[in-house]
């Protein structure tokens, strides 16, 4: 059973960075792929970014160029650097990892999630 946490939420203006990390609690997390999802109030939860045991990256288009994900294996951390917020970003943000394949935008698809953080950004 792998345990995620997650921080670095919080309440920022347009225009403002936030860094998300996700700390895993398996040595081998380097291993698996770690997405990041999010969910705004009354909305599905919606696919953010993932980063695969390669360190091969995928976004989703709402956040390319602004968001940045990558990891530090020695950690067991995975990291969201989200750059240029607007609030439609504004969501809890969970991250999930995947213990098998490439690299999914499919939230179906992974086995562990953590609690979410929230981040706020206000116009």
């Known amino acids: 059973q792998v345990q995620l946490v997650e921080s670095g939420g919080g309440s920022v203006q347009a225009g403002d960075s936030l860094r998300l990390s996700c700390a895993a609690s398996?040595?081998?997390?380097?291993?698996?792929?770690t997405g990041w999802f999010r969910q705004a109030p009354g909305k599905e939860r919606e696919f953010v970014a993932y980063?695969?045991?390669?360190?091969?990256?995928y976004y989703a288009d709402s956040v390319k160029g602004r968001f940045a994900i990558s990891r530090d294996n020695a950690k067991k951390t995975v990291y969201l650097e989200m750059n240029t917020l607007k609030p439609e970003d504004t969501a809890v943000y969970y991250c999930a990892a995947d213990s098998g394949g490439w690299g999914t935008a499919n939230p179906r698809e992974y086995d562990y999630w953590g609690q979410g953080t929230q981040v706020t950004v206000s116009s």
């Open positions: 398996e040595r081998t997390f380097g291993t698996y792929t």
């Open positions: 980063i695969n045991w390669n360190d091969g990256t």
